[in-house]
């Protein structure tokens, strides 16, 4: 008697084949468990058993409510006293690019302000967006500036796509990281739809400070790093 390959087994190797062929790549989302049952004529329980074994293997992971992903390798960022974005990515053999969700003028809150030595009643530039490597969302940010300091930092930044080329530009040629904190958080509603995780994943925020080599701040930051696919490296650089 031939023995029969399991179905489960058979919808396993299929999809296994399309992963080394490239049909998915790192972080995409897989059909749902409806869709999968569909295409190969069986009913969910089959397509849950398939996919547990590609989960068991590492190839796929579950975000519970949102879908099951292929397996993306950690991209490792350095956080040290010169932390430069484009620069890190680049290093680590990734392909950077920033998103712009928003650019706003607006009057400094108390926390600006003291972030940022301003007085009562300045102004700063809120850049808001998407933190990309290799077309995959990684992080999302806000970085605010003092204003009167960089009356064309808004067009800058989107010319540039870049906070160091634009804040060259505005004649900080050089700048430094004075502090960082970094607390473990739950991505809310927002963060999980820009980071295409679920809501209640673990996000990394780091709130940081940069300054000119006099020790000025020109930057007051906060990011929020898709825990499972960035690893956050402490260096003195």
Request: no cysteine.
């Amino acid at each position: 008697m031939i023995k029969r390959t399991p179905i489960w087994r058979a919808i396993a190797d299929a999809l296994r084949l399309d992963l080394a062929n490239g049909h998915y790549h790192p972080g995409d989302k897989l059909p749902t468990e409806a869709q999968l049952a569909g295409k190969y004529g069986v009913n969910r329980h089959t397509v849950r058993h398939a996919l547990k074994s590609l989960i068991d293997e590492g190839l796929i992971f579950a975000r519970r409510g949102a879908g099951v992903f292929v397996t993306t390798t950690p991209t490792h960022y350095a956080l040290g006293r010169r932390v430069r974005y484009h620069q890190n990515l680049r290093a680590a053999g990734h392909s950077p690019a920033k998103k712009i969700l928003s650019l706003e003028a607006r009057a400094a809150n108390p926390a600006e302000r003291d972030a940022l030595a301003l007085p009562d009643g300045a102004h700063v530039l809120v850049y808001e967006g998407l933190s990309l490597s290799d077309d995959q969302p990684i992080a999302l940010f806000r970085s605010v500036f003092p204003a009167d300091r960089f009356p064309t930092l808004r067009d800058d930044l989107v010319e540039t796509q870049s906070v160091t080329a634009a804040l060259e530009r505005g004649g900080v040629t050089d700048y430094t990281r004075a502090s960082t904190q970094i607390t473990a958080k739950l991505a809310n509603a927002t963060q999980a739809l820009h980071l295409r995780i679920a809501e209640g994943a673990p996000v990394l925020r780091t709130v940081g400070i940069n300054v000119d080599p006099k020790g000025q701040p020109v930057e007051f930051g906060h990011s929020w790093f898709a825990g499972d696919k960035v690893t956050l490296t402490l260096s003195d650089d």
